[in-house]
């Protein structure tokens, strides 16, 4: 069981949201998983141009860290993903990252992966930022067991309950994978989007190569 932590803070060692996602990691790490950490703002990954060449030939054009990132993501069996509140949403370094993904949600790659999310805030959001990642989580196919937000506000040691939820969350998280949970409402949301993904792959087969060829050896296209 391989679970894979991504800090979208800039703030390295400074970060709140980074003992967030390493506390998530502990947790998961005490319930018998393989745990890894990545500082995304430590990375360079350029920004999608959207020329769509991921979907014709399943790899993008630009030559940095992403690649090696994506390869680790699909690898792995849990996500948990973190990132402060900037101006109500995520980090730059983030929002970069999950924007070379296209290809990624068009063949719906993370289904049968779980994942979780948690964010810190000055003043207000983080439990918004919990939901959009979760969010992210469940439109690339992944089910989700939760998140932790928190609001730090004027009191830092706010960050210490916190770390507390987010152990637990990891636990929780290790056990899903275990068990192979099972939500009916996101089974339900995940079969909507690959009909979505399903009638657009189709409709743009003679485009998108590498994603139409990808259906068929899924089995989801006759």
Not at 3 to 25: D, F, H
Not at 74 to 89: A, K, M, W
Not at 196 to 211: C, F, I, P, Q, S
Request: charged share 25%.
């Amino acid at each position: 069981m391989k679970i894979l932590g991504i800090n979208g803070s800039p703030r390295a060692s400074k970060s709140q949201t980074l003992r967030l996602v390493q506390a998530v990691l502990d947790g998961a790490e005490s319930a018998g998983a393989e745990v890894e950490l990545v500082d995304v703002a430590k990375l360079q990954i350029e920004y999608c141009n959207g020329c769509l060449v991921c979907c014709e030939r399943g790899e993008c054009v630009k030559k940095d860290d992403f690649a090696g990132l994506y390869q680790k993501m699909l690898e792995s069996d849990g996500i948990v993903l973190g990132s402060p509140n900037y101006i109500d949403s995520v980090t730059a370094q983030i929002k970069t990252m999950l924007d070379r993904m296209a290809d990624a949600i068009h063949c719906q790659m993370f289904l049968g992966k779980y994942g979780c999310a948690v964010s810190t805030a000055g003043g207000s959001g983080a439990d918004d930022v919990v939901a959009y990642l979760n969010g992210v989580l469940q439109t690339l196919g992944a089910n989700t067991v939760g998140g932790v937000g928190v609001v730090l506000g004027g009191d830092p040691e706010t960050i210490v309950p916190a770390e507390g939820r987010a152990y637990e969350l990891g636990r929780i998280l290790a056990k899903a994978i275990e068990n192979k949970e099972t939500y009916p409402e996101q089974e339900k949301l995940h079969a909507a989007t690959l009909e979505r993904m399903r009638a657009l792959v189709t409709a743009n087969k003679d485009r998108w190569h590498h994603e139409y060829d990808y259906w068929k050896a899924a089995g989801r296209i006759p």
